[in-house]
């Protein structure tokens, strides 16, 4: 399905993969706003799981030449999924999911909490950064899975192989990375007497110190949060093997995990030109390229492969997306809402996640739909567990 409408009464146009009717006021007028900044490359393109957010929309992707909005990238600096296919028998994995799922959540802290002690890893990215007030906090978070719609989860496939699927980011340090330049962005809006028609939207231009600097520490959240995910994913992989009773300790190729941003910054060649590309709740789908949308924690899920779609960017949505606030799910639902609408599947059942309900998300099948020219779905998984962080 092709794009479903275009915003052409801005600055730039915006692409929308997705029925304009389906999209709430608040999301268009932060689509208007980003497509009117001065700065934007050649079009706006928004995913069918769009949203409103901070500044630009959940399910953006804006490419700029020399300049980068730090709030289009996110607060969770290089939030992303990771997937792989495990060759454990589905029957003896179910047999024992409340053993895994007890022994998951005493291996990878969730919700504030973190590691005792910094997990053994074999990144040597911490030296980058060396005497970041945040540095320690991030050695004791590697391998954890923090709040929100963050998730473990253990699902089947259609051929009923087990896989093992995670949802997390940058954890902390990203959070005070993205808050700390934002506020930079505005103050230096505020001192050049440079008025935008949202505030939130304030901006660095990468030949700036300020640029280089949010640059350089937004490259190495993302590469802290891939390799957060990767641990996590050892952490895991380590609990199924030891609850099944196997003697082979590494019994799968950890080469064969999709592992991937949603929210982050990266230079690309597009339209002939080299950009900056922010992917806020978006994900990259060159052509070929194994990716991760997930629905929402009660509903299906899906590695895709990508077409490489020129319009969007080579990008596709990262979810189903939020069709109301954790505000108003919390309002509209109930714990007895919850338990019918995750019935089968064992899972972290604390009110504190009720927001997380199923109920509060778009269709993850409608969303797939409306970006068939964007990814091609080559499992589709459902899920047997599911571990969402809490404190």
């Known amino acids: 399905m092709p794009i479903q409408h275009i915003i052409d009464d801005t600055r730039v146009p915006a692409f929308l993969w997705t029925p304009i009717n389906e999209v709430e006021s608040g999301a268009i007028d932060q689509i208007r706003n ?29 490419a700029t030449e020399d300049v980068v909005v730090p709030s289009s990238v996110g607060v969770d600096i290089g939030c992303g999924m990771c997937a792989l296919k495990t060759p454990f028998d589905v029957d003896k994995v179910k047999a024992i999911l409340p053993a895994i799922k007890h022994s998951i959540e005493r291996s990878i802290p969730t919700g504030f909490n973190q590691h005792k002690d910094a997990v053994n890893m074999n990144w040597s990215g911490y030296d980058e950064i060396k005497g970041h007030k945040f540095l320690e906090k991030a050695r004791a978070q590697m391998g954890t899975l923090g709040g929100g719609n963050h998730f473990i989860e253990i699902s089947t496939d259609e ?37 935008l028609s949202d505030p939130q ?4 231009q990468m030949d700036w110190n300020e640029g280089k600097e949010y640059l350089k520490m937004a490259q190495w959240c993302q590469s802290y949060a891939m390799e957060n995910r990767k641990t996590m994913m050892g952490l895991v992989l380590k609990d199924l093997v030891h609850a099944l009773g196997k003697t082979d300790t590494n019994p799968f190729d950890m080469k064969d995990m999709v592992n991937c941003h949603h929210n982050y910054v990266e230079l690309e060649r597009h339209f002939e030109r080299d950009v900056y590309v922010t992917r806020k709740g978006a994900i990259r789908v060159n052509d070929g390229e194994l990716a991760i949308i997930p629905g929402s924690m009660g509903t299906a899920s899906f590695i895709v492969k990508g077409k490489g779609n020129v319009p969007s960017f080579r ?17 509209a639902f109930t714990m007895e809402d919850f338990k019918k609408q995750m019935d089968g599947i064992l899972c972290t059942d604390s009110p504190s996640v009720l927001d997380e309900i199923p109920g509060a998300y778009k269709s993850i099948e409608q969303v797939m739909q409306y970006q068939v020219d964007l990814v091609e779905p080559i499992h589709t998984l459902h899920q047997l567990l599911c571990i969402k962080g809490v404190d």
């Open 201 to 204: 939207l304030a901006y660095l």
């Open 34 to 62: 980003v497509a009117n900044l001065p700065f934007v490359f050649d079009h706006v393109a928004i995913m069918p799981d769009v949203h409103q957010g901070f500044g630009a929309t959940i399910g953006s992707v804006m």
């Open 315 to 331: 990008s596709a949505s990262h979810g189903a997306g939020r069709k109301m606030s954790r505000k108003a799910a919390k309002k």
């Open 159 to 195: 051929n009923n192989a087990v896989w093992v699927m995670l949802h997390s980011g940058s954890r902390h340090i990203g959070l005070q990375v993205a808050n700390e330049f934002i506020a930079i962005a505005k103050g230096i809006m505020k001192d050049d007497n440079i008025k």
